[in-house]
């Protein structure tokens, strides 16, 4: 899954905890997870025949070689013996493959939720992302004088040390300011208001809003190339914009059209915007705008001028302070000396590493999480087991005499019992492969389709999956296949001929 995806947003951290009720959030994840249970059983469905193909194709590979001298021509018999035994009950074999791959399928989906959170939320040691934050006040508003004191800290080499500062603070710095403005300066709605990012156009080509999926590896090179190409264009002149697609579809504009938007937290600030550009439908920005910080300057200064005071936001004009630090250490110190400093008293400020930022963020959710990784998906992979040993328990008991007269036959009871295992881990291969393979590449296959015909899919062509996956799901159904058939296996070894017989008698 992709991690950006994950990420809470930022805007929410500087407003602080989620406040989304108990029972809010139960029926949004049962809601989330009963799709997700639709749309891999009908992905399960569909791939039944691929399912049913591959063991003709193995079968019918091992007819040809039953000729062969033993001991290849006497294995490919037995083996002919297993795909006969699947073939029995097909509608058996049918619903263990669509229930393996299901559950495959979930097992998966909540592993990348799990993966993704935790990478987030962990120190990565080459590249620190800190956040500055008002320590007290909600929303975080800071002066914008703080830049330049921050600045000059990250230059102090009695702060940082030259080995600890970045190679270029300049590229390693970045501040948001937010505002929310209205197409209507009388009645703002939903559909016509939008949240602008106030930034320096520069922060996007040097990589810091790369968190946010603006950068190459997001956005391919063909919507790189796009971007930059609309951020040139934003440089040529203050009053350029980049609006996300979705909010253009929303507001019912498009690139090239200009607009006039009126603040509602910057009071009597009105901006006149031209749209150069527009960030990918479904990304994280892409219901967002981002505008050029000095034009907020600008227009606060104006306002200054015209009404002979301050505007009341002025001096607190900076809602998030970003810096990108080379190692721990590097955030640890600068995070210290800004934390302990008195230039930073009218508010005090909070610095700390974006992934303690996001974790803190997530605690309320840290018990949910927990439950994921330690009770859902062990669960979930025992009723895989379950799942398997069920259906190979029935079809064990079905086949009493048979294995009775294949003993009679010569048959050793380590073939008996291997027959009934790689039943077992013929269907927990295909089903855990299959389910994982769908997952990571028929995303892709659609985003290329959208992309030659020219379409948009937002979920598909924003949906990443770790292809470590496609590793985990066979060995996962090679695993589940082997327990689940462990004990059916065994009292399969154990038949005893003369009570068989008996019986039949």
Same mark, same amino acid.
Not at 61 to 88: C, E, H, M, W, Y
Not at 281 to 289: D, F, K, L
Not at 320 to 340: D, G, M, Y
Not at 471 to 487: D, K, N, Q
């Given at each position: 899954?992709?991690?950006?995806?994950?990420?809470?947003?930022?805007?929410?951290?500087?407003?602080?905890?989620?406040?989304?009720?108990?029972?809010?959030?139960?029926?949004?994840?049962?809601?989330?997870?009963?799709?997700?249970?639709?749309?891999?059983?009908?992905?399960?469905?569909?791939?039944?025949?691929?399912?049913?193909?591959?063991?003709?194709?193995?079968?019918?590979?091992?007819?040809?070689?039953?000729?062969?001298?033993?001991?290849?021509?006497?294995?490919?018999?037995?083996?002919?013996?297993?795909?006969?035994?699947?073939?029995?009950?097909?509608?058996?074999?049918?619903?263990?493959?669509?229930?393996?791959?299901?559950?495959?399928?979930?097992?998966?989906?909540?592993?990348?939720?799990?993966?993704?959170?935790?990478?987030?939320?962990?120190?990565?040691?080459?590249?620190?992302?800190?956040?500055?934050?008002?320590?007290?006040?909600?929303?975080?508003? #800071?002066?914008?004088?703080?830049?330049?004191? /921050?600045?000059?800290? *990250?230059?102090? +080499? =009695?702060? &940082?040390? %030259?080995?600890?500062?970045?190679?270029?603070?300049?590229?390693?710095?970045?501040?948001?300011?937010?505002?929310?403005?209205?197409?209507?300066?009388?009645?703002?709605?939903?559909?016509?208001?939008?949240? #602008?990012?106030?930034?320096?156009?520069?922060? /996007?080509?040097?990589? *810091?809003?790369? +968190? =946010?999926? &603006?950068? %190459?590896?997001?956005?391919?090179?063909?919507?790189?190339?796009?971007?930059?190409?609309?951020?040139?264009?934003?440089?040529?002149?203050?009053?350029?914009?980049?609006?996300?697609?979705?909010?253009?579809?929303?507001?019912?504009?498009?690139?090239?059209?200009?607009?006039?938007?009126?603040?509602?937290?910057?009071?009597?600030?009105?901006?006149?915007?031209?749209?150069?550009?527009?960030?990918?439908?479904?990304?994280?920005?892409?219901?967002?705008?981002?505008?050029?910080?000095?034009?907020?300057?600008?227009?606060?200064?104006?306002?200054?001028?015209?009404?002979?005071?301050?505007?009341?936001?002025?001096?607190?004009?900076?809602?998030?302070?970003?810096?990108?630090?080379?190692?721990?250490?590097?955030?640890?110190?600068?995070?210290?000396?800004?934390?302990?400093?008195?230039?930073?008293?009218?508010?005090?400020?909070?610095?700390?590493?974006?992934?303690?930022?996001?974790?803190?963020?997530?605690?309320?959710?840290?018990?949910?999480?927990?439950?994921?990784?330690?009770?859902?998906?062990?669960?979930?992979?025992?009723?895989?087991?379950?799942?398997?040993?069920?259906?190979?328990?029935?079809?064990?008991?079905?086949?009493?005499?048979?294995?009775?007269?294949?003993?009679?036959?010569?048959?050793?009871?380590?073939?008996?019992?291997?027959?009934?295992?790689?039943?077992?881990?013929?269907?927990?291969?295909?089903?855990?492969?299959?389910?994982?393979?769908?997952?990571?590449?028929?995303?892709?296959?659609?985003?290329?389709?959208?992309?030659?015909?020219?379409?948009?899919?937002?979920?598909?062509?924003?949906?990443?999956?770790?292809?470590?996956?496609?590793?985990?799901?066979?060995?996962?159904?090679?695993?589940?296949?082997?327990?689940?058939?462990?004990?059916?296996?065994?009292?399969?070894?154990?038949?005893?001929?003369?009570?068989?017989?008996?019986?039949?008698?």
């Amino acid at each position: 899954m992709d991690p950006s995806a994950m990420t809470p947003d930022p805007t929410m951290m500087a407003n602080g905890p989620p406040t989304v009720p108990l029972i809010q959030l139960a029926v949004y994840a049962a809601l989330v997870l009963f799709l997700v249970i639709v749309l891999l059983t009908v992905m399960a469905i569909a791939t039944l025949p691929v399912f049913f193909a591959a063991l003709g194709l193995m079968d019918g590979g091992l007819r040809t070689i039953q000729n062969d001298p033993d001991p290849v021509g006497k294995t490919a018999k037995v083996g002919s013996l297993v795909f006969r035994s699947l073939r029995r009950n097909l509608l058996r074999t049918a619903l263990t493959y669509v229930a393996l791959f299901v559950l495959t399928g979930m097992l998966t989906f909540f592993y990348g939720i799990v993966m993704s959170i935790e990478g987030l939320t962990k120190e990565k040691e080459g590249s620190q992302l800190v956040i500055m934050t008002d320590k007290f006040g909600i929303p975080s508003m #800071l002066p914008p004088g703080y830049i330049a004191q /921050v600045k000059g800290m *990250m230059r102090d +080499e =009695q702060v &940082l040390p %030259k080995e600890l500062q970045p190679a270029d603070v300049d590229k390693s710095f970045m501040t948001w300011s937010f505002v929310v403005a209205s197409l209507d300066p009388v009645k703002p709605t939903k559909d016509n208001s939008m949240f #602008l990012f106030a930034i320096d156009p520069d922060v /996007v080509v040097n990589g *810091m809003m790369a +968190e =946010q999926g &603006l950068s %190459k590896d997001d956005l391919g090179e063909k919507g790189w190339a796009e971007l930059t190409a609309g951020i040139a264009r934003v440089k040529e002149d203050k009053r350029n914009i980049v609006v996300g697609a979705d909010r253009l579809e929303m507001i019912g504009k498009k690139v090239g059209d200009s607009i006039k938007l009126y603040s509602t937290n910057y009071k009597d600030i009105d901006f006149e915007c031209h749209i150069v550009a527009a960030f990918p439908a479904g990304s994280r920005m892409g219901s967002n705008v981002a505008m050029r910080f000095d034009y907020l300057t600008a227009k606060l200064d104006d306002y200054k001028t015209k009404k002979g005071v301050e505007h009341p936001n002025a001096s607190r004009c900076v809602n998030l302070i970003w810096v990108r630090l080379p190692s721990k250490a590097s955030t640890e110190r600068l995070a210290s000396a800004v934390n302990q400093s008195s230039k930073f008293g009218a508010p005090a400020v909070k610095m700390e590493a974006f992934s303690a930022a996001i974790g803190s963020f997530l605690e309320p959710f840290k018990d949910i999480l927990w439950g994921m990784k330690v009770i859902i998906m062990p669960a979930i992979a025992l009723i895989m087991c379950l799942v398997i040993g069920i259906t190979i328990t029935i079809g064990v008991r079905e086949r009493w005499g048979e294995m009775a007269v294949m003993k009679v036959l010569g048959f050793q009871p380590w073939m008996v019992m291997g027959m009934v295992v790689a039943e077992a881990v013929l269907v927990g291969l295909f089903g855990g492969m299959l389910s994982t393979w769908c997952v990571y590449f028929l995303p892709k296959l659609i985003s290329w389709i959208n992309e030659v015909a020219g379409g948009k899919f937002t979920f598909f062509d924003n949906w990443k999956s770790d292809w470590i996956i496609l590793v985990w799901g066979p060995l996962l159904g090679i695993a589940v296949g082997t327990i689940g058939a462990a004990l059916p296996s065994w009292n399969a070894r154990k038949v005893k001929v003369s009570e068989v017989f008996a019986q039949v008698a």
